[in-house]
T-cell receptor, first 118, second 114 residues
């Protein structure tokens, strides 16, 4: 299975500031998708943003954007104008093309806990 | 409203007492999956199903069973639960065969096995 690494167990950002959460992954595939999920204290898993590996343009969703570096196998999440409601655990996830031994599994990183201070 | 529904949300039980966590989705999704979430380990896949009567093991299937008799339901069965299965469990579903489709998650089931 592909390995997804989030090297920052915890991050802190002040309200209205910008923060970047890092994610790297290990794969030999060329066709795959990357996702960032948010898990607030309610424990729901909420999709934040996704990136297709074949697209060079970085995905953007309002205040959330990614920096996708395919050669470096890096997929960082930037949160601009941070809000108190952004406080949550953030998971980076990798999804490969379907194979018999893995189906459509999402491989998750261990998560980064984001604290937003007033 | 499109949703994935898990029941129960919380359960405390004892070792060896069989239990089932139900999962139902109303989006006509082909793909369904179970994950467990443990501190410091992120989410790990237990089992998945690509369609009715098609199931396969994920990364941590030991001690679990699943079935997919209907498209909308994908129950997780613990035949003889043990304390190491104490965890937060998520069911998820996604549409079709497209790998670009995000998975829709249920709200989670917190299991405590004493």
């Amino acid at each position: 299975a592909q390995t997804v690494t989030q090297s920052q167990p915890e991050m802190s950002v002040q309200e209205a500031e910008t923060v970047t959460l890092s994610c790297t992954y290990d794969t030999s595939e060329s066709d795959y998708y990357l996702f960032w999920y948010k898990q607030p204290p309610s424990r729901q898993m909420i999709l934040v943003i996704r990136q297709e590996a074949y697209k060079q343009q970085n995905a953007t969703e309002n205040r959330f954007s990614v920096n996708f570096q395919k050669a470096a196998k890096s997929f960082s999440l930037k949160i601009s104008d941070s809000q108190l409601g952004d406080a949550a655990m953030y998971f980076c996830a990798y999804r490969s093309a379907p194979r018999r031994d893995s189906g459509y599994a999402l491989n998750f990183g261990k998560g980064t806990s984001l604290l937003v201070t007033p | 409203e499109a949703q994935v529904t898990q029941n129960p949300r919380y359960l405390i039980t004892v070792t060896g007492k069989k239990l089932t966590v139900t999962c139902s989705q109303n989006m006509n999704h082909e793909y369904m999956s179970w994950y467990r979430q443990d501190p410091g380990l992120g989410l790990r896949q237990i089992y998945y199903s690509m369609n009715v009567e098609v199931t396969d093991k994920g990364d941590v299937p030991e001690g679990y069973k699943v079935s997919r008799k209907e498209k909308r339901n994908f129950p997780l069965i613990l035949e003889s639960p043990s304390p190491n299965q104490t965890s937060l469990y998520f069911c998820a579903s996604s549409v079709g065969q497209g790998i670009n489709q995000p998975q829709h998650f249920g709200d989670g089931t917190r299991l405590s096995i004493l």
